[in-house]
T-cell receptor, first 115, second 114 residues
Framework: EPEVTQTPSHQVTQMGQEVILRCVPI?????FYWYRQILGQKVEFLVS????????KSEIFDDQFSVERPDGSNFTLKIRSTKLEDSAMYFC?????????????FGPGTRLTVL | AQSVTQLGSHVSVSEGALVLLRCNYS??????LFWYVQYPNQGLQLLLK??????LVKGINGFEAEFKKSETSFHLTKPSAHMSDAAEYFC????????????FGTGTKLQVIP
């Protein structure tokens, strides 16, 4: 069964450094998403992406964050200058359609630790 | 804006006992509701979803949930717990239109006692 993959599984970085989290969505999916989960808290929506542009973003997704689909398979989340509070599990998801009924398939997550 | 509230961050049941995980939603428009499960060190897996068809929804691994509009609830149940059900369960909501932003609850960790 097709699945969403994410790399790396763990990322440790120093405060102020740039990080890029990578995701390979399911191949025939058109909508892509990033969520994050700070330890002990709920999963929070960050951004959705369709047709090579951001379709919706949350207030968390400020200028430090950017997303890109650099080729036909990868979907990346970049954090330009990491802060301690960026430490979290980051989940990528994809769906075939964007309608509310469509299922989002989630990857296993990347655990980001900012020191 | 839509939201979900999960009652109980931790639930313990004995193997073979009924599993009941509670979720209440808030939405100004008809919602779509989901239950996801997260096993240790894994991603979120869809258990079941409600999309305005039948109010009783059956999912994988013997789980089901009933949409009750009058109670704004979408509780998850399983008649008989199995050790392999130990995981964290997330209730989630999205609404029609837009790009399907999903709003998650805080999660409930299910412990199954032998």
């Amino acid at each position: 069964e097709p699945e969403v993959t994410q790399t790396p599984s763990h990322q440790v970085t120093q405060m102020g450094q740039e990080v890029i989290l990578r995701c390979v969505p399911i191949s025939n999916h058109l909508y892509f998403y990033w969520y994050r989960q700070i330890l002990g808290q709920k999963v929070e929506f960050l951004v959705s992406f369709y047709n090579n542009e951001i379709s919706e973003k949350s207030e968390i997704f400020d200028d430090q964050f950017s997303v890109e689909r650099p080729d036909g398979s990868n979907f990346t989340l970049k954090i330009r200058s990491t802060k301690l509070e960026d430490s979290a599990m980051y989940f990528c998801a994809s769906s075939r359609q964007g309608a509310g009924t469509d299922t989002q398939y989630f990857g296993p997550g990347t655990r980001l630790t900012v020191l | 804006a839509q939201s979900v509230t999960q009652l109980g961050s931790h639930v313990s049941v004995s193997e073979g006992a009924l599993v009941l995980l509670r979720c209440n939603y808030s939405s100004s428009v008809p919602p779509y509701l989901f239950w996801y499960v997260q096993y240790p060190n894994q991603g979120l897996q869809l258990l079941l979803k409600y999309t305005s068809a039948a109010t009783l929804v059956k999912g994988i691994n013997g789980f089901e949930a009933e949409f009750k509009k009058s109670e704004t609830s979408f509780h998850l149940t399983k008649p008989s717990a199995h050790m392999s059900d130990a995981a964290e369960y997330f209730c989630a909501v999205s609404v029609t239109g837009g790009y399907q932003k999903v709003t998650f609850g805080t999660g409930t960790k299910l412990q199954v006692i032998p």
